[in-house]
């Protein structure tokens, strides 16, 4: 099949539009196709880390009825969208990882096999991430407490976990003053 | 005038543990400064109050940083950019394309701080040899000195935060140079190498990511940065490491007993080329350097010595053969520059000895 805009090449790019029920075929060469501003999609194969990134989401977002929601949704901050993230599989600050914290989570646990920092903390936040990561401790422990029944032990746990918890949330504001 | 040679970077010694296998060992670790966006979002004033705070934390700092130059890229002629690149003191990014990009570069060149890369901050260490804990801690020191007057961005759950994901939690890559000619010629490499991705580590040519190996040099770096330990993913780089070394170490054993004399001639031949050609492309220079080195690693070969064939590595590339040649040179006369070059440098090395 030859091009149907420039009678010349052969048509490589065949697109199917349907808007509103009423069809549209196009059968482009690859040069024609270019020029269709509309077509909004790069022939060009690019394979760079970023843009595998993107597809590694988007796999994951496909036939999801939140994906329209969740594309749209912006970081306060940078005003980056999680679309736009998707597109070029970088974040644009740090307050994107709050942001986008649902969608990123699955996504760093595909890459790293975790989503859990346990490696060096800055001086400033030692204190809060010792505490953090003790509170996870606990938590554990007192599952395994109760799995085995031993209540005694676990009421014990549960009060340690409270005070952290309270020491924690005390910590925090004095720290955000 | 022309320079004789070109400055030495530390990576370059020849020496350390498992100098015989391993050129270098490299880590470099991301940072970014909390509350301003990521470098390629950045504004143009961003970025510069960036190289400000960067270069401001070091000066402020002179026992720690007195040993460095604070280089911004765009003041650099762009064949000193692509020299600090062949070094492998600058990502080709920081030198090409960054905006408001800059270097602090320590005078015996192991440690470069990146300003402005893909984040605000990457801090890489380069030393010869098997030495990943040492570059680790080098690094780990700076970063220290760093954060006492900036402010990171941090989080508790994730780590330290990173434009791309792959980077977040310690934001650290780890990665060793390896030379592996008896794997590569017992064909034995391929099967190797690809069961290393397997254990999340990546296999890669000299100059990085989607370069092919070349003049049988590999380059093995940790993907995994986050939910590991720094000292969990150096250990299980370097423990990989040892492993592929002990098996290039075996077929070298193995070549040596079935074809010593063959493996001698061709690493003299290698050696009489590198002397006496005329023209020369860098891949034909980067096989030969593989052969003289493989000869020189069996004892077989002398006139040479491990920081020589370093050099020579630096040397055949474009931007090094330009300065040194002090003017700009298109492909087919980087090849006639070439072996004048490496012949130059044989013979400095003989009248050194």
Known sequence: MLCQECQQENATIHITKIINGRKTELHLCRRCARAHDELDFSFEPQFSLHNLLGSLLGESMRGSREALGTAKVQCPSCALTFAQFSQIGRLGCSDCFTAFDEQLTPLLRRIHGSSRHTGKVPRRNEGAVRSARELEKFREELRLKVQKEEFEEAAGLRDRIKALEKEMEEGGSSEAK | ?353
């Open chain 2, 1 to 353: 005038m022309k320079p004789n040679k070109i400055v030495s970077s530390r990576w370059m010694e020849g020496s350390g543990p498992e100098a015989e296998t391993v050129i270098s060992s490299r880590v470099r670790i991301a940072r970014n400064i909390r509350g301003i966006p990521f470098p390629y979002l950045a504004s143009d004033a961003q970025t510069k109050h960036v190289q400000e705070l960067v270069s401001r934390a070091a000066a402020s700092q002179e026992e720690a940083f007195g040993q460095f130059t604070f280089l911004p890229v765009e003041s650099l002629p762009p064949l000193e950019k692509e020299l600090l690149v062949e070094k492998h003191l600058s990502s080709p990014f920081l030198a090409r394309e960054s905006q408001h990009g800059a270097l602090l570069l320590r005078c015996d060149e192991a440690v470069s701080i990146m300003i402005n890369e893909e984040d605000h901050l990457r801090i890489q260490v380069i030393l010869p040899g098997l030495q990943l804990e040492e570059a680790l801690q080098e690094a780990d020191g700076y970063d220290d000195r760093l954060e006492g007057e900036i402010d990171y961005a941090f989080d508790e759950s994730y780590g330290y935060l990173t434009a791309c994901p792959t980077n977040v939690g310690t934001g650290l890559r780890a990665s060793v140079m390896l030379h592996l000619p008896a794997l590569i010629m017992t064909g034995q490499a391929n099967r190797l190498l690809g069961a290393l991705s397997q254990v999340g580590l990546a296999v890669r040519g000299l100059y990085g990511e989607g370069t092919e190996i070349i003049g049988n040099l590999v380059q093995i770096s940790n993907q995994v940065t986050l939910g590991q330990t720094e000292k969990e993913i150096i250990r299980n780089l370097g423990g990989v490491t040892r492993q592929v070394i002990e098996q290039e170490q075996a077929s070298r054993q193995v070549l040596l007993n079935e074809n010593r004399a063959r493996l001698a001639d061709r690493s003299w031949r290698a050696l009489g080329l590198l002397k006496y050609a005329q023209i020369m492309s860098s891949q034909e220079a980067m096989q030969l350097l593989s052969d003289v080195r493989l000869g020189f690693d069996l004892g077989m070969l002398k006139g040479v010595d491990r920081r020589l064939l370093n050099e020579m590595l630096v040397t055949i590339r474009p931007a090094c053969l330009q300065i040194a040649a002090g003017r700009e040179l298109n492909p087919q006369e980087r090849d006639l520059e070439r072996p004048e070059r490496l012949k130059t440098l044989l013979e400095e090395f003989k009248e050194s000895v």
